[in-house]
Nanobody, 125 residues
Framework: QVRIVESGGGLVQPGGSLTLSCAAS????????IGWFRQAPGKEREGVSC????????NYAAFVKGRFTISRDKANNTVYLRMNSLKPEDTAVYYC??????????????????WGQGTQVTVSS
């Protein structure tokens, strides 16, 4: 069955960096889109970034462009989210999701059936 596991969350100071990992199994990695989403306390879950595992094409939410970078390791069925210049407002539970979704719609959480359990990212001094 499909299994998605996030890791790499933690506490970081404002301006710092963190890299999240998303390990996926149980599906043909090359045919899926992998997306990162986040949910801050009291807020709706929102799309952050997504990547085509087949060709590496990416999409980003406007609020992370230039700060976050998504990448993939096809050999290990893993997607990474490198987060730089972190701000307190980036504090959230970050979720990874996978499904057969077109890149143009990759930030719409409703289109994903397979989700990880989430990893907490806290940006605070």
């Amino acid at each position: 069955q499909v299994r998605i596991v996030e890791s790499g969350g933690g506490l970081v100071q404002p301006g710092g960096s963190l890299t999240l990992s998303c390990a996926a199994s149980g599906f043909t990695f090359d045919y899926y889109l992998i997306g990162w989403f986040r949910q801050a306390p009291g807020k709706e879950r929102e799309g952050v970034s997504c990547i085509s595992t087949r060709d590496g094409s990416t999409n980003y939410a406007a609020f992370v462009k230039g700060r976050f970078t998504i990448s993939r390791d096809k050999a290990n069925n893993t997607v990474y989210l490198r987060m730089n210049s972190l701000k307190p407002e980036d504090t959230a539970v970050y979720y990874c999701a996978g499904d057969n979704v077109h890149l143009d719609y990759g930030l719409y959480q409703e289109l994903y059936d397979y989700w990880g359990q989430g990893t907490q990212v806290t940006v605070s001094s």
